[in-house]
């Protein structure tokens, strides 16, 4: 059964209707019973009824309790609540123990009921018909790929190895190329004939086998429990023969599956996404067992039907897919190539959707030390929002200046000053907190352009003068050229 044109016209009904059943929510009232109930202290809420709302929250896991391990009496109960907290979607973890992604194992339908656990795994994929400087080039471009952004790493996660040239012996070299430049873990691509003889030589790493289909899963599934490897189940816009399939493996003892559904672009890009988004929800809200498992979303596939488009294209059109998937469910994309420019707007996305959006993404606030500043270089003042930080310190990076980070709660300037998180009171604590004051001998702050209504409440709360600065922190070194190193402060002012 796939969600094609016909039942897409009903698609908002279902998902109206399937709103009202909202899967039952686990309490501290369900959990407390089931602990030691002891208060013993040495969880880091130190009483149980606590220990059970941090749990309920996923702040804290069952490990946090070492009794509930230790003491064999508490057997039965840590059975029923690892039954309890376990999550809707099984979490199916790829990789050797040095080296591992987890994917799956979400709790939620919407991220605010919550929070995303796992964010999607991103390979890249390499083909064994490629030639062997492309592929080294290739893995070299995925081992690298590193983008600062707000005080995180964004990198890939894995790769995805396919067999083209059908030749079991080209596969397997393949395989130990990718195995010696890197210990990311792997998906192997294969027909069942060929894959055998790849995955003995990786077997130790644990990768995702791709994929059993409704043609070859006696085969693929035997290959999967013999290496006890998690498996990929493809079923092209079938969801009926997805679960058939699901059943059949689960029968055999195979437990961590991971589900690809197809991807298909222009206009049966609808249907995608509706199976995408139908599975999940059966998965979560109507609690279907045979759906509860990662989604893998191949957008990469547009490639094999290239019908003449440019490279180009073909990335552009790959890229706003795997966008669509991310958006709708899926735990695992396979895209084709690390490219700064179709694949950074992939991660940034990522971040956006699995950050946690109970905490405001933020910084320590403190005082900061950019170059080699002295006792007359200027005196910042920012928000501790990440991404307000970062930006100014992008743009300052070439000065010699301190830099007071306030603790605006991760409110960006002009947030926090409307919603009163920074305050004329906020920057005087800095100020003492930081001791700038023993690292200068003049008393002049620079405030951003944004919080320009508070310079007279901050005169009368720290008794220094204020300078209003630019409103937006590209403009600081011109700013600081013309008022600070101007006529009124020349301590040996250059522009590095
Ligand atoms: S460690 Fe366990 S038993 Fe001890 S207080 Fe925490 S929850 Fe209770």
New binding site residues.
């Given amino acids: 059964m796939a969600y094609g044109r016909k039942e897409s016209r009903n698609f908002l009904s279902m998902v109206r209707s399937r709103r009202l059943k909202m899967p039952k929510k686990i309490g501290p009232l369900m959990i407390y019973p089931l602990?030691?109930?002891?208060?013993?202290?040495?969880?880091p809420?130190?009483?149980?009824m606590g220990?059970a709302v941090q749990l309920t929250d996923r702040s804290l896991s069952l490990e946090?309790?070492?009794?509930?391990f230790e003491e064999k009496k508490y057997e039965e109960n840590l059975k029923k609540l690892r039954e309890l907290l376990a999550p809707s979607v099984r979490e199916v973890i790829i990789g050797s123990k040095e080296k591992q992604v987890k994917i799956g194992g979400k709790l939620v339908l919407r991220r605010h009921e919550l929070r995303y656990s796992n964010p999607t795994t991103i390979a890249v994929l390499i083909d064994d018909g490629m030639k062997d400087e492309d592929i080294s080039k290739w893995i070299d471009e995925v081992n690298s790929f590193r983008y600062r952004y707000v005080g995180m790493d964004l990198t890939l996660d894995m790769l995805a190895i396919r067999s083209t040239s059908k030749d079991q012996e080209r596969f397997e070299k393949v395989i130990k190329k990718v195995a010696d430049k890197t210990n990311l873990p792997m998906v192997l691509w294969a027909e069942s004939s060929i894959l055998e003889r790849g995955l003995k030589v990786v077997e130790d790493r644990r990768p995702l086998i791709y994929a059993a289909t409704k043609d070859n899963w006696g085969e693929i599934g035997a290959i999967a429990l013999k290496y006890k490897c998690p498996l990929a189940i493809y079923s092209p816009n079938d969801i009926k023969m997805l679960k058939s399939l699901v059943n059949t493996l689960k029968s055999w003892g195979i437990e961590d599956f991971v589900l690809d559904i197809g991807a298909a672009f222009g206009k049966d890009i609808a249907a995608t996404i509706n199976n995408l988004t139908m599975m999940r929800i059966s998965a979560i809200e109507e609690k279907d067992e045979l759906l509860a498992y990662p989604l893998l979303g191949i957008p990469v596939r547009i490639w094999d039907e290239e019908n003449g488009k440019s490279p180009e294209l073909l990335s552009w059109e790959e890229s706003c897919l795997a966008s669509m998937m991310l958006i709708r469910y899926v735990d695992m994309l396979i895209i084709r190539r690390a490219t700064f420019w179709s694949t950074l707007p992939l991660l940034i996305l990522r971040n956006n959707i699995y950050n946690d959006p109970r905490k405001p993404v933020s910084v320590e606030p403190g005082l900061r030390v950019v170059g080699n500043p002295n006792e007359d270089s200027p005196v910042l003042v920012t928000s501790n929002f990440a991404l307000t930080f970062y930006t100014v310190m992008g743009d300052i990076e070439k000065l010699d200046c301190y830099i007071l980070v306030a603790d605006s709660e991760g409110l960006s300037v002009e947030s926090a000053i409307a919603g009163r998180k920074l305050t004329a009171e906020k920057i005087a604590e800095i100020i003492r907190f930081s001791k700038i004051e023993e690292k200068i001998k003049h008393r002049t702050i620079i405030i951003p352009g944004l919080a320009a209504r508070l310079k007279g409440d901050i005169e009368d709360a720290t008794k220094w003068d204020v300078l209003v600065g630019p409103r937006d922190s590209s403009m600081i070194q011109a700013f600081l050229k013309e008022k600070w190193y101007g006529k009124d402060h020349t301590p040996g002012w250059s522009y590095k």
């Fill in positions: 602990l030691p109930k002891t208060n013993c202290g040495r969880c809420p130190k009483v149980c220990f946090d309790c070492p009794p509930l």
